[in-house]
């Protein structure tokens, strides 16, 4: 069975610095990986998705994540953070063609500094 | 379109009560999902259904929850009897495929007494 852990609970930092939240997976296969960003008493959002091809993914709202099969990590990062990307953070790894079957990490929450 | 509309937003009921939590789909999306939010076990996904059949129930608790599509505009996920343990926030999502994509509703939070 597939795992996720993102080691950081919380993370803070100021308005336009660059931002990288960490996700580890364990799945023996090919993994289908996910970002998801949820806002207080919301849903969740899907930033971005790698299922194949480029392991460089471009998601909405600026963020992008590598897929590194060497080290089992899909990393979500941001190279200015704005106020609003304050949230949590969910990374998600799904195990078959259509990732229905997700598991999620833990999350990790976001605070930015003005 | 509205998105996902899930109702009620908040439900509060005493242990041992029926409690229905309902879901309306993205017009057109075949694919929809039931999750379950708490501090203790995160997100976790209880059940999909795919075309309005039940795909895949295999994280639906305890024989207590079911859910049901009647049709593609409408889903219910239910509880009986409600326990303590049952409070968190469920979330219902719908997509086109069932590619993780899919949009998700603001959640009914639900607190079991």
């Known amino acids: 069975a597939q795992s996720v852990t993102q080691p950081d609970i919380h993370i803070t930092v100021s308005e336009g610095a660059s931002l990288e939240l960490r996700c580890n997976y364990s799945y023996g296969a090919t993994p289908y990986l996910f970002w998801y960003v949820q806002s207080p008493g919301q849903g969740l959002q899907l930033l971005l998705k790698y299922f194949s091809g480029d392991t460089l993914v471009q998601g909405i709202k600026g963020f992008e994540a590598e897929f590194k099969r060497s080290q089992s990590s899909f990393n979500l990062r941001k190279p200015s953070v704005h106020w609003s990307d304050a949230a949590e953070y969910f990374c998600?790894?799904?195990?078959?063609?259509?990732?229905?079957?997700?598991?999620f990490g833990p999350g990790t929450r976001l605070s930015v500094l003005p | 379109d509205a998105g996902v509309i899930q109702s009620p937003r908040h439900e509060v009921t005493e242990m041992g009560q029926e409690v229905t939590l309902r879901c309306k789909p993205i017009s057109g999306h075949n694919s929809l999902f039931w999750y379950r939010q708490t501090m203790m076990r995160g997100l976790e996904l209880l059940i999909y259904f795919n075309n309005n059949v039940p795909i895949d129930d295999s994280g639906m608790p305890e024989d207590r929850f079911s859910a049901k599509m009647p049709n593609a505009s409408f889903s219910t996920l239910k509880i009986q009897p409600s326990e303590p343990r049952d409070s968190a926030v469920y979330f219902c999502?719908?997509?086109?495929?069932?590619?993780?994509?899919?949009?998700f509703g603001s959640g009914t939070r639900l607190t079991v007494v």
């Open positions: 998600a790894v799904g195990a078959d063609n259509y990732g229905q079957n997700f598991v």
């Open positions: 999502a719908s997509s086109l495929v069932p590619d993780g994509s899919g949009t």
